[in-house]
């Protein structure tokens, strides 16, 4: 499986960002999803998750701010974000994971760095 995330940048507080992520070698639209965040000095995390059914879940810290989507034509998977704040930075990837579990269940793609400045 090959993981590629792509759309983060440097943006003031409040801004927004897109990111995407084409995942390739699976059947994409069966995968449950999730985006995770490595930020500086901290344990990679995940903070947003997409079933196959397109249900949706997402850490307290980005709740109300970020929204998860895919699109399985295109097999890639998105990340809206908005009302950035500085601790929002850090490197973004996405990976297949179990429905139910916060796990990754690939090796780590290519990441997206984000930086959110105050």
């Known amino acids: 499986v090959q993981l590629q995330a792509c759309g983060g940048g440097l943006v003031q507080a409040g801004g927004s960002l897109r990111l995407s992520c084409v995942v390739s070698?699976?059947?994409?639209?069966?995968?449950?999803l999730g985006w995770y965040r490595q930020a500086p000095g901290k344990q990679r995390e995940l903070v947003a998750g997409?079933?196959?059914?397109?249900?949706?879940t997402y850490a307290d810290s980005v709740k109300g701010r970020f929204a998860i989507s895919r699109d399985n034509a295109k097999n890639t998977v998105y990340l809206q974000m908005n009302s950035l704040k500085p601790e929002d930075t850090g490197v973004y990837y996405c990976?297949?994971?179990?429905?139910?579990?916060?796990?990754?269940?690939?090796?780590w793609g290519q990441g997206t760095q984000v930086t959110v400045s105050s």
């Open positions: 997409i079933l196959s059914s397109g249900s949706t």
């Open positions: 990976n297949r994971k179990r429905a139910y579990d916060t796990r990754a269940l690939d090796a």
């Open positions: 070698g699976t059947i994409f639209n069966v995968n449950a």
